[in-house]
């Protein structure tokens, strides 16, 4: 109990150390929101209109002389102060971006980003004053850091949003589930019923990608990929809620994220993959043989495509749904500044309620993208661990019947 | 462009480093330490429910058959009871009825020996009554001729016999 409440002191301690009256005036400089912002990636955590805090920066340099060092900070702040690093002021390509989109017809609305523009261009000018002084600006933390004297970062290993929320979600997964095993060993639900909501809960779920994902499609091998569909069913679900979560980020909109989940059932797959797999690829039975070579490029194509699109598809139904929630959001604030706060006032009740809607939605996406990544790599590992006996008119038929269910889901 | 300038989709070598690590490990440790005792409980549970069933169903199939030999055996046993009663009922019939058959024979054995006998002795007294008619004839027939009569003695003797007839 004593460090429970020491450890909530501390993190309390930390927000307060990294909140700062600039930061907060900064956000609000900005004059409305940018919801592709929100959905980015960055180095710290957002905890608008309370703040925000730095998360710790860890980089991989290569010196001047060739040598490489790691170079650890506690955020993005220290490593400035030190000196050490400084900081490259992209001057915010996404505010000239929605400029050109919004055009000409913004009319007063101009005003606030050239006043930002104003400010940005005052801090880049003072930047070793920022540094030595205070807080950073929302642009400085966005910035990407630069090793001083011509050395370079390799690798840039921080703790980014999305990276801590995914730690925060396998911290969650890990948690629950090691509790949830406790009750199997100590015997609940082993001889005796399931007890309790909790064990309920997850051990249908649990059964649920079992006899509904893993065994369907892959048979008798079901529990040798039971482990890993259960594992990326449990992390991907719990990030996307995350994202649900206030002052939350959801880090399976990352495409980094999708694209290592991604990278793990493709692993899977290649190392599962039968001889029948790689003989339909590289010499596919059946047809005529001069049409092989042609095939076999589209073949081996399509090994990489059904990753590719397991992650893509992930990562655009996480964001997209931010992207709307956010967009009807800023609907109040574009009909604010466009026909006056009257109107902005009036079309709120509406946003509000329609971005509500799309909560829900997501609510309903977050789970709907847990089973459709899980039942997806499944069926492209049982694709390869399956050992054709019958005739190639029915393996092919088998194609075509996967490709359209596919097809189905993604749509 | 828009999505480019916000760094959606900038790549971030150390994102996936962390990630694939971590990821990796969360995978390693949840197969050990989570999925390997929660899936050997479930199906260690589903095996026992199985094998219950089956039990069960046995046992049930077991009581079932054992009834169906009761009743079996118990329908059998009514059946003998029936069996044995509508014996011994025709038994006693046939018993009586033979009982009866014999007294009639015997009424009428003994009816008939009363026939013959009284037949017998009706033969033997009409016997000795003719012997004793003939006596008596004779006997008349001596006085007759012995007292050498007139004929109105004759007759007187003859009526005077016949009315001793007619007495006897």
Redesign the interface.
Known sequence: MMIKRAFIFLVLAQVASMVSPRVVLASDEEGGF?A??H???AYYLDFAPFGKMELPR?FVVQREDGSYGLELFRSTTSAIRTGHFTVELVKD??E???ED?LGESIGQGESAPVHQEQVVHAEAEGDGHAADSGKLTLAELEGHLLAPNGGHIV??????R??FF??IA?GI??FL??R??GM??RGI???TAPRGLFQNLF?TI??FV?DEIARPNLGDKA?KY???L??AFF?ILTSNLLGLVPFGATATS????T???A??TFILTQLGGTKDYWMHIFWPPGIPTFVKPILMPVELLGIFTKPIALAIRLFANM?AGHLVILSLIGLIFSFASLFGSGAGFGVAPVSVAFALFVYMLELLVSLIQAYVFTMLSALFISMAIQEHHHDHDEAHHGDEHVSAHTEAISA | MIVLAADLLAPDAGLIFWIAITFGLLLFVLSKFAWKPITSALSERETTIHKSLAQAEKALAEAKQLQADNTKARRDAEAQAQAIIRESREEAERVRTEEVDKTRSQIKQLQDQAQAEIAREKDSALNSLRQEVADLAIRAAEKILRENLDADRQKKIVDNFLGDLTKN
Not at chain 1, 155 to 160: E, G, H
Not at chain 1, 254 to 257: I, S
């Open positions: 940018d592709l912002h959905s980015a990636n860890i390509t996404h000239e971006a929605a989109l690798l840039d290993l921080s703790i980014s999305h990276l995914a730690w396998m997964v890990l589930m090691t949830l095993a199997y060993k639900g082993r001889s051990e649990i059964l079992r529990n039971l482990p890993y259960l594992t992390f990352n495409l980094m994220v694209v290592v989940l990278t793990f964001t």
